[in-house]
């Protein structure tokens, strides 16, 4: 069960933000042009490691899913803010923070190891409550980053569900930076299809209209609603 503290309401109606109404035009326009209902596309905006000062104009107009990467640091954003909002754990989980992840947030993105499955499972149990469940394939088998291997996904995708018990909402990737996002968002929509998952999450903020081309059911977007990020040591 996700931590739910009481708070004010979240919107202003005398308040606008150019770069989210321009970010949902995009995506509805993208939507239209391959005959999908807008609706069926939410978007999550990421707001890993940006100031306050620049996600609550954003949380003051209306949008209520975030998307973090460390639970430490949406803990600590989040815990006192988190009513009527989903947040969504889009980063790799360590396993020892498992049940901080099981107990705050609505979904997690990240599920990519037998390992990971099998303490999510446990801390599923235990807490008496779920969040929804997302495997990550890493479409590019890029070495660096975490997700199953395209390969891989089906086998693990079925011990998610038989040998640990997992209910599966969906699938996410992140293509390589280098290469067209769209192959990577038809072969994760290839591998969704053949064992039952429509959830796709993917597309970012530069490739976000390709992803929901693809069948994207949301796309994580952070520089284009909140700016560049300043990465320390850059």
Not at 28 to 34: F, M, T
Not at 97 to 125: N, Y
């Amino acid at each position: 069960m996700a931590l739910v503290v009481a708070n004010p309401a979240h919107t202003s109606p005398a308040l606008t933000s150019p770069a989210l109404a321009a970010v949902r035009e995009r995506m509805a326009a993208a939507a239209r042009a391959v005959g999908r209902d807008p609706a069926e596309v939410t978007l999550v905006a990421v707001s890993k490691m940006q100031p306050w000062e620049n996600i609550e104009p954003i949380l003051a107009v209306g949008q209520t899913v975030f998307g973090e990467n460390r639970v430490q640091e949406a803990m600590e954003r989040w815990s006192e803010r988190a009513a009527g909002l989903e947040l969504r754990l889009i980063g790799p989980l360590q396993t020892n923070k498992a049940r901080e992840a099981v107990g705050f947030f609505q979904v997690i993105e990240s599920l990519d190891r037998p390992r990971l499955a099998k303490v999510l499972a446990e801390e599923i149990q235990r807490a008496g409550a779920a969040p929804r469940l997302y495997v990550q394939v890493n479409t590019g088998e890029e070495p660096q980053k975490a997700g199953v291997a395209p390969g891989d996904a089906d086998a693990f995708i079925a011990a998610c569900r038989g040998e640990y018990g997992l209910t599966l909402e969906g699938l996410m990737c992140v293509p390589p930076a280098e290469e067209e996002p769209a192959m990577h968002f038809a072969l994760l929509a290839k591998i969704g299809r053949r064992n039952g998952l429509s959830k796709l999450s993917m597309g970012m903020s530069g490739d976000f209209e390709t992803a929901i081309r693809f069948g994207a059911t949301s796309v994580r977007v952070g520089s284009a609603l909140f700016g560049q990020r300043d990465y320390p040591g850059a």
